[in-house]
């Protein structure tokens, strides 16, 4: 019986994925961030959310010309002149931003449902692929939230019914497009929980059910320089657990260091990888033959834990 072929990041296929920016992020991702499927990016605060979006921004531009990008920027704190630096082509982006007062723009999940609706129905029918990007999903308010008074409690109960109206509604509508939708999410801890996952964040088992890419990311150390004796911190050290993966193999792990002004080493995480594995490559080794040798022993190690033979 014939053995599972291991699909990854190779020529042939590099058309159905927008390119992460870091090769073992591809690799653990099944290839990218898919067109016509959606993703979650879920971390705490500084741990490279943002960064990975803008960073899929940059490379969607070079992969997809005539694309579109769409930015739904709903915690008013992006930096556009920052992004910028990190190779976001900010004139190419349409960004959705929240205008104070209106409750049917970028505030809430109603304005959030119409505006991806209306962009994947116009998608679907001139066939262009799109990169939408949420961020964040905990920003966003619901109608009933922003009209009642400061003094009466919510619960969240009607932000919970329409974000599971809301995948309900979109994901197939995404699926049948060329759009990739890209769902960023705060992490939030359980409280008084003493077993299972300590971890929570916005979408529910909604967003559990219709991602097909879930990656959790998570600060492992500071990456610190120093100059003239003084001491400052430049980057991060990122570890990225993919969760849930319905292109690939889930739960794959990789850690990638991150330079604040410039994004993802991508070079420095795969030789750092190579290392781990005990196949140091030579520093005279240009960046692309570091990056072929990293994804053809790692589709080498995926094909030994695969099975053997089919089952049937």
Known sequence: MSRRKIVLDTPASTSRFIHTGCTLLNLILGGGWPLG??????????????????????????????????????????????????????????FIEDVKGDTSKASTVEGLIENIQNIVAEHSENENVGLYIVDSLDA????SEME???????????????????????????????????????????IGVMFGEKHSR????????YASQILWLAEKAKIK???????????????????????????????FPIIFGYGIEDDVASRLWLKSIGK????????????????????????????KESKY
Request: charged fraction near 30%; aromatic fraction near 8%; proline fraction near 3%.
């Open 225 to 255: 320089k120093t100059i003239s004796k003084v001491e400052r911190v430049i980057g991060l050290e990122v570890v990225a657990n993919c969760k849930k993966n319905k292109i690939s193999m889930p739960f794959r792990t990789c850690l």
């Open 202 to 209: 916005s979408g529910g088992k909604a967003l559990d059910y």
């Open 37 to 94: 499927r959606i993703s979650n990016v879920v971390g705490d605060k500084s741990t490279g959310k943002t960064l990975l979006a803008i960073e899929a921004s940059a490379n969607f531009a070079l992969q997809f010309p005539e694309g579109k990008i769409y930015y739904h920027e709903a915690e008013a704190a992006f930096d556009k002149d920052y992004a910028a630096t990190l190779g976001m082509p900010i004139e190419a982006v349409t």
């Open 148 to 190: 009642r008074d400061a003094d009466k409690g919510s619960y969240g109960a009607e932000k919970a019914k329409k974000m599971s109206e809301f995948f309900r509604k979109v994901a197939k509508s995404v699926e049948s497009s060329k759009i990739h939708l890209m769902i960023i999410s705060q992490m939030r801890d359980k």
């Open 140 to 143: 966003l308010s619901d109608k």
């Open 280 to 307: 140091e490559a030579d520093t005279a080794m240009p960046k692309e033959e570091v990056r072929e040798l990293v994804i053809n022993l790692w589709k080498e190690i995926e094909e030994k834990f695969s099975p």
